[in-house]
């Protein structure tokens, strides 16, 4: 009997050993962030031409707002001048333009270093943090110099949480957009289960269990059932 009780031990100690690998694993696939936007790239927005100018909203879900990128394009000819892209908010009213008077972020590109369809990243100096729920927006303009540069933009409705707008005129579709935040993996967690309508406290409670079925059905395993 002594002997089954130590036995008994052993495979409770396995299962507990494995069920907080197995917790800590899926706790560190999440990384120290998420990337959240738009990706659907159907067709160019708008030309950017001089003076013209093209606005994308959007609404931050997370904390450490670090990077945007833009999937960028200049119609296979390299241009000359300035792209000014501006990062402001947070918007007021439904339009694209009430409330941007803020100016959160801005960068200015030379147009000749814009390479044809590739990912452009605008990096702020420091992360933005209590913005949850504010709406912001991604403001592109052109100086009166240079050919043409272009964005690529989704065919639809694809992004609701975001509006495109070009010279003040609300367009369909939406910025091809990716939104880099620094949310650390618990923040990470915390924003996956909200997304999925839980609590942090029930999220962490539904992967305990689940870490410590799997570990019980592999340690049945491992001992032959």
Not at 131 to 138: P, S
Not at 179 to 197: K, P, Q
Request: proline fraction near 4%; charged fraction near 20%; glycine fraction near 16%.
């Amino acid at each position: 009997m002594p002997g089954q009780a130590m036995e008994a031990w052993g495979r409770r100690l396995r299962v507990a050993t494995l069920a907080g690998l197995l917790f800590v694993a899926a706790l560190g696939s999440l990384g120290d962030g998420l990337v959240e936007g738009q990706l659907a790239h159907d067709r160019p927005v708008a030309p950017l031409e001089g003076g013209s100018e093209v606005l994308q909203t959007f609404v931050v879900t997370a904390e450490g707002l670090t990077a945007l990128d833009l999937l960028l394009a200049n119609y296979g000819r390299a241009s000359e001048g300035q792209l000014v892209v501006d990062l402001l908010g947070p918007l007021e009213g439904p339009g694209g333009a009430e409330g941007a008077n803020r100016l959160l972020g801005r960068w200015r590109v030379d147009a000749a270093t814009v390479e044809d369809n590739r990912w452009r990243r605008f990096a702020l100096a420091e992360p933005l943090e209590g913005r949850i729920g504010q709406r912001l927006a991604l403001r592109l303009r052109r100086d009166a110099r240079g050919r043409p540069l272009t964005a690529w933009a989704s065919a639809g409705d694809t992004w609701p949480q975001g509006q495109v707008y070009v010279n003040g005129l609300e367009q369909s579709g939406d910025l091809t957009l990716r939104l880099h935040y620094a949310t650390g993996r618990w923040g990470a967690l915390r924003h996956a289960l909200a997304r999925a309508g839980l609590s942090l406290a029930t999220g962490l409670g539904l992967l305990a269990g689940l870490a410590l079925a799997a570990a019980w059905l592999l340690t049945r395993g491992l001992a032959g059932g």
